[in-house]
């Protein structure tokens, strides 16, 4: 680095050296020995006064001074350091000479500490000086911004602080640089913005406009913000690609950003607004999926900030595009504050075309210019590209004539790259609204809805995306006489019901069915036909849990204890709570993290569910994060105007008390400890009581519904003579010894003495399932057909305790 900084003459080197020791005699006499210590107030030093009335000029040579003790590593004391700090950001005549000579003592300096204290001084005197005396430091200052950007100090506001300063060094010595936080090490979106736009960012008045975007404060920028922008971006050369190639690139970014970016893009994205035009939308929609969306699921929004104004930004604007993107967002967002105002703003938006909420959604799912049969063929490079929707999977193919090409044609991939590229995010596009409808079409399982016919044609089956999983599930048709369930089947031109006895019906009104209000016979009569192979559905409707009140919850009235008292891993549950809708604060070992409630609202929005849930003894105390939970009651609410009134359970719907409940079972279930099959070898005696009284206890609903399935399935697979279902478990007959297999937690017992087997199962069970959502009767299921061929077990692990 010492090269880089312009040389300073012997005469200028020897006066500031000089200046620098002699000062430090000086303060030293005249604070004394409280200097080496701490204060909580400067001014309560003995002698500051005198220090604070030294002329202007005075005071460099002691900030000069302590920046040399921070660079040699002897700044040691908290009230030298925080002198430091004072001195540097006075006012004082400094020169270019001045940072000259600290810059070279940063060349020199031993080594980076926590707090950046060497950069203290230089970042303050590149901030301060004028451009002319700056010329020559411009790659001196950034070998001192790559410091802080490799180095950066735990505290985030020092971070911006000495990187806005040395940023502002570097643009007025003569590169008009991308703003420091888009180019910070620790991110690739600075990277692609410099790779796409190139010397672009560096054009006259660039610097100026991100500048100024930077300083946005507020979600709405005031009158005098949005006139200086405007006047700023007329000014910049290339000003509207510059906004839309940070946007574009930040539309195609897949990591958190930093709050500085943040703000930025915010700032660019009412830049954006001003264009009414078609493209202009198109991409602010992708911008507002981007900032909205987490990149690793766990519902912390990419940049909060630009999604909240994006979100505002997108709904002002015409056409369907705002409002299919704002529908898959409502959905799809997992973030409280984030997701109340994505419903809030499509809701606004509804009332004002004369829909309710829920229509908006329905009416704003995208095709993505799918056919009805759920296909889109396009001729590419001599071939027919075909994006089509397979297992309820949004998959690319290529075709040459009537062959299936197994990989992409070279012509393709070599000679039309920006084809394949959109058709590739095409598929991407299509599998995120895919994922979207699957949960909003089972939400509705909670409401009570109906359709009339020719509405819920086009809505659920005709629909190139909805249709999917409408086609897959069973519905009732009545005309206000009663109802008949069927699947959906072509009837001519249009569609009709169909039930497992072949009677095809259709009346005027539709609704999604439930087996909640189902009778038991009509329940056995759809599972069989389910299980026989004749319908495979989207999530579980045939085999779906139901719960009602029990005598103990009618006796406790406002709450529920059906789950109460169980063990679960935090970071799972945390994770899949979210993933089915519920928000809840994050439990740790902090103020307020001790206990936590989760919340979804149901029944469109009119009801809302609570689970109580606190923190276990037990934190992973290398990141301080929380590793158990204990489960707690389960409460139920009413919306009242804009708030919530707690309701008796005997008042809840019985569809929305069953949907719930199945969640918090759901939660237990897959979550518990209790199937965790290497519990046993973890070491943790803590709960090893919970392990064995859950681990092999009562089943719950969603167990007695497994045994359910099982009944059915079992006998059309090579299993049926080998396993037989008791009351809580699988007891599989082979080879070398029996096993029974709980159907609660997956857990394997090994007869005769009932010792404990551990297996972690595959993924994918052996016999394909009409379901996938239940993953641990998909364990059950590769469990029961691993141990029914006991003696071609390989794995070391298992053999061991096989005693083979």
């Not at 200028?12 to 006499?29: I, Y």
């Not at 502002?168 to 910070?184: D, E, F, M, S």
């Not at 006489?481 to 031109?493: L, N, Q, Y």
Request: overall charge neutral; aromatic content about 6%.
């Amino acid at each position: 680095m010492e090269q880089l900084i312009p040389k300073l003459s012997d005469v200028w080197q020897e006066h500031l050296d000089a200046d620098s020791e002699a000062s430090g005699r000086r303060l030293g006499n005249v604070l004394g020995t409280a200097w080496k210590g701490w204060v909580r107030d400067l001014t309560a030093l003995p002698g500051w006064a005198a220090v604070q009335a030294w002329p202007p000029q005075d005071r460099r040579g002691p900030a000069m001074h302590l920046h040399a003790l921070a660079c040699a590593g002897r700044l040691d004391w908290p009230t030298q350091r925080d002198l430091l700090r004072h001195l540097a950001a006075e006012d004082a005549p400094w020169t270019s000479a001045h940072l000259s000579w600290c810059l070279r003592q940063v060349a020199r300096s031993v080594g980076c500490d926590g707090e950046l204290l060497h950069l203290e001084l230089p970042a303050a005197l590149a901030a301060r000086l004028p451009g002319a005396q700056l010329v020559g430091h411009q790659r001196a200052l950034e070998a001192v911004l790559a410091i802080v950007e490799e180095n950066p100090p735990d505290d985030v506001r020092l971070e911006r602080r000495l990187s806005a300063a040395l940023n502002a060094g570097i643009r007025k010595a003569g590169n008009h640089a991308l703003p420091v936080w888009l180019g910070q090490s620790a991110g690739t979106l600075g990277a692609a913005v410099q790779d796409r736009l190139g010397d672009v960012l560096r054009g006259t008045g660039v610097g100026d406009l991100l500048d100024h975007c930077s300083t946005l404060e507020k979600l709405t920028p005031d009158v005098r913000w949005r006139r200086r922008a405007e006047q700023l971006l007329s000014a910049a050369a290339g000003g509207d690609d510059v906004v839309r190639g940070i946007l574009g690139c930040f539309a195609e970014h897949t990591s958190y950003v930093f709050e500085e970016a943040d703000r930025l893009l915010r700032a660019l994205a009412w830049l954006l607004a001003a264009d009414p035009g078609p493209a202009a939308t198109a991409l602010m929609a992708r911008v507002t999926d981007a900032a909205a969306l987490s990149p690793h699921g766990d519902g912390h929004p990419r940049a909060p900030l630009t999604a909240n104004a994006a979100v505002t930004l997108l709904a002002r604007r015409d056409g369907d595009v705002p409002l299919t993107t704002l529908a898959r967002l409502s959905t799809a967002v997992r973030n409280k504050g984030l997701q109340k105002r994505v419903r809030a703003t499509l809701a606004q938006l509804g009332e004002a075309r004369g829909r309710t909420y829920a229509e908006m959604l329905e009416l704003c799912v995208a095709t993505h210019g799918l056919g009805a049969d759920g296909r889109l063929v396009e001729p590419v490079g001599g071939y027919q590209a075909v994006v089509a929707l397979v297992d309820e999977r949004a998959r690319l193919s290529f075709r040459d004539g009537d062959s299936v090409l197994r990989s992409v044609p070279a012509a393709v991939r070599d000679g039309h790259p920006a084809d394949l590229k959109r058709l590739r995010e095409l598929v991407k596009e299509i599998g995120r609204t895919v994922t979207a409808e699957r949960r909003r079409v089972e939400s509705v399982l909670s409401e009570e809805r109906d359709w009339a016919y020719a509405d819920w044609t086009a809505r659920y089956l005709d629909h190139a995306v909805t249709g999917v999983f409408g086609r897959s599930l069973i519905w009732e048709t009545g005309d206000g006489e009663g109802w008949t369930a069927g699947v959906p089947v072509r009837d001519g031109d249009g569609w009709a019901l169909r039930g497992p006895n072949g009677v095809t019906v259709r009346g005027t009104r539709v609704r999604l069915w439930h087996p909640v209000r189902a009778t038991a016979a009509e329940v056995a009569r759809w599972r069989d036909h389910v299980a026989a192979g004749a319908l495979r559905q989207p999530f579980k409707q045939a085999f779906r849990e139901v719960y009602r009140l029990t005598p103990a919850e009618e006796q406790t009235a406002t709450y529920s204890n059906r789950f109460a008292a169980h063990i679960l891993r935090y970071r799972q549950a945390n994770a899949l709570m979210r993933a089915r809708g519920w928000h809840a604060g994050f439990l740790g070992p902090w103020d307020g993290g001790y206990h936590s409630e989760a919340v979804r609202e149901l029944g469109g929005g009119g009801w809302r569910a609570s689970f109580d849930h606190a923190l276990a003894d037990g934190t992973d105390r290398r990141h301080g994060e929380a590793r158990y939970c204990t489960t707690d009651q389960v409460r139920f609410a009413r919306r009242d105007g804009r708030g919530w009134r707690d309701v008796p359970l005997a008042e809840v719907p019985v569809p929305v008390f069953s949907e719930a409940m199945r969640d918090v079972d759901l939660f237990v279930g897959v979550t518990s400890i209790a199937a965790d099959p290497q519990w046993a070898d973890h070491g943790e005696r803590r709960f090893d009581d919970y392990w064995r009284s859950a681990g092999f206890g009562e089943l719950t609903a969603t167990a007695q519904m497994r045994r359910e399935a099982l009944e059915r399935l079992l006998p059309r697979t090579r299993l049926a003579t080998r396993t037989s279902l008791t009351e809580r478990w699988l007891r599989v007959q082979s080879s070398l010894r029996a096993y029974r297999i709980h159907l609660g937690s997956g857990n394997v017992l090994m007869e005769p003495d009932d010792a404990y087997l551990c297996i972690v199962p595959a993924r994918s069970p052996a016999v394909r399932l009409p379901f996938d959502e239940d993953t641990v009767l998909n364990a059950i299921v590769a469990k029961a057909f691993l141990l029914a061929a006991d003696e071609k077990i390989t794995d070391p692990s298992i053999l061991r305790q096989l005693g083979r």
